[in-house]
Nanobody, 120 residues
Framework: VQLQASGGGLVQPGGSLTLSCAASGFPLNHFTIAWFRQAPGKEREGVSC????????YYADSLKGRFSSSIDNAKNTVYLQINSLKPEDTAVYYC??????????????WGQGTLVTVSS
């Protein structure tokens, strides 16, 4: 059972990036998948949550409009697209899977994190 986050890197301000969270050993359509991020010296922050059962997604109020989460059940992978990147988006991004149909903040499985650095 594993969650593998990937896709981070160095991006210029204003650019876009798509993060992936691939699951192995369990079907994501029975889980909700949340993205969190933690910037250096700051507390962990919730970014989004998507329901594997129907693809409904939810976002932190401060991040709505630039973040978009989607799921490909055939690939058992969730994606997080980030547009108009800002330096303050620099953080380690984690994906977390929670069994069930509701985004409730649970955490059955954690991915290892992928670093996004926004800098010119």
């Amino acid at each position: 059972v594993q969650l593998q986050a990937s896709g981070g890197g160095l991006v210029q301000p204003g650019g876009s990036l798509t993060l992936s969270c691939a699951a192995s050993g369990f079907p994501l359509n029975h889980f909700t998948i949340a993205w969190f991020r933690q910037a250096p010296g700051k507390e962990r922050e919730g970014v989004s949550c998507i329901r594997g059962s129907d693809g409904s997604s939810y976002y932190a109020d401060s991040l709505k409009g630039r973040f978009s989460s989607s799921i490909d059940n055939a690939k058992n992978t969730v994606y997080l697209q980030i547009n108009s990147l800002k330096p303050e988006d620099t953080a380690v991004y984690y994906c977390v899977a929670d069994y069930g149909r509701l985004c409730r903040g649970g955490s059955d499985y954690w991915g290892q994190g992928t670093l996004v650095t926004v800098s010119s």
